[in-house]
């Protein structure tokens, strides 16, 4: 699958994410990965794969680089952790990785 979004855009995603998740795996689903309704102001929607919950500071910080960025759309930052597994299933079935984890 590939990700519907420009180069640049991805760039800055991942220097986002670099900043504030370095070493974690990111994966980016729905729409965006899908290219199912998909329209210019389709928000990204990012996983974060870590092994326990990521702080309330962490993800705060990351939202608002994210709202600063100057993307032309929403990107939606979701804890893997946190998710029910009905909804983690689905996003395996279909996501891109956007961000590898670090290797340990």
């Known amino acids: 699958m590939a990700l519907c979004i420009e180069t640049e855009q ?6 986002i994410l670099g900043l504030h998740f370095e070493g974690l795996e990111v994966w980016a689903y729905g729409a965006r990965v899908t290219g199912v309704d998909l329209t210019p102001e389709t928000e990204l929607e990012l996983a974060v794969l870590a092994e326990k919950p990521l702080s309330f500071e962490a993800m705060t910080a990351v939202e608002k680089a994210f709202a600063d960025s100057g993307l032309p759309f929403r990107v939606d930052v979701i804890d893997w952790i946190k998710l ?4 983690q299933k689905q996003i395996k079935k279909e996501h891109d990785v956007v961000q590898v984890p670090a290797e340990g």
Do not use: A, K
């Open 10 to 15: 991805l760039e800055t995603v991942q220097r």
């Open 84 to 87: 029910p597994e009905s909804m």
